[in-house]
């Protein structure tokens, strides 16, 4: 679980795989992050914490047996804490407990790096500010594992044409096949560099470079009409027509 470095020590706390494994990433894309561990409930955190200098918490709220809010009021010198939720209600309660930032879910990097910087220490932030990688977009993975047939499956980006959602499910098509996996797509959309691919309906990932054609109402790859859903509508043309002038 440990994996201590001389960096601002991070743990992370919640209960939700696919949320840890976004911050885990992002933390990673930072240098002057170290990654303390990772916990599934508050009571694990309570003995990371006992055991091993953390600086920064990404905590959680609603979790089983002990909530995020709960934990904090049960810790006597808590290192800096960062809530992450799906839930904006709880921002009022948040904030009396001195926290440094509250995030809601999906969480994107921009906004990530912007509780860090809250985080640091005058003198680390000082360095990040003249950091290329605060400064510019994180780089982007080359590939991400998705668990499929009882094992881990390799997905490379830049193999990636789009993204069905299939209830508790996504479909993976690729220029290699298609990866079936048990994965929400909201996570999932958070996993996925930015500047790479767009959510263009709720049920539909697609990559930008892979795009064929499109009018208002759908978007063509490789033959396949894929919706634009109204909602995602005035930013995905947005997106497609300055990527279109660039």
């Keep these: 679980m440990m994996n201590l470095s001389k960096k601002f020590n991070c743990l992370i706390v919640d209960d939700e795989p696919p949320a840890r494994e976004v911050l885990r990433r992002y933390i990673q894309q930072i240098p002057m992050l170290g990654l ?3 916990c599934g409930n508050a009571l694990q955190a309570l003995v990371v914490l006992q055991q091993a200098p ?3 918490l990404f905590l959680d709220i609603q979790m089983p047996q002990i909530s995020g809010i709960d934990l904090i009021g049960t810790l006597k010198q808590p290192p800096k804490i960062v809530l992450t939720t799906a839930f904006e209600q709880y921002a009022v309660q948040a904030f009396e407990l001195d926290v440094i930032d509250y995030l809601v879910k999906p969480i994107r990097f921009e906004r990530f790096l912007k509780a860090v910087m809250k985080a640091l220490p005058e003198h680390e932030l000082s360095a990040a500010q003249q950091s290329p990688v ?12 998705f668990r499929a047939d009882r094992k881990m499956v390799k997905v490379f980006l830049n193999d990636i044409l789009y993204i069905e959602s299939l209830k508790d499910y996504v479909k993976i098509l690729t220029v290699r096949g298609t990866v079936v996996t048990r994965h929400a797509m909201t996570a999932l959309e958070v996993m996925l560099p930015g500047a790479l691919f767009l959510r263009v309906h709720r049920s539909f990932i697609v990559a930008l470079s892979k795009i064929d054609s499109f009018t208002q109402e759908e978007i063509d790859i490789q033959q396949k009409l894929i919706p634009i859903g109204k909602l995602y509508r005035q930013q995905v043309l947005k997106v497609l027509t300055m990527t279109n002038n660039t």
Excluded: C, I, R, S
């Design 134 to 145: 605060a400064a510019t977009e994180p780089v982007n993975p080359a590939f991400l594992y």
């Design 54 to 56: 953390v600086d920064l």
């Design 36 to 38: 303390a561990g990772e």
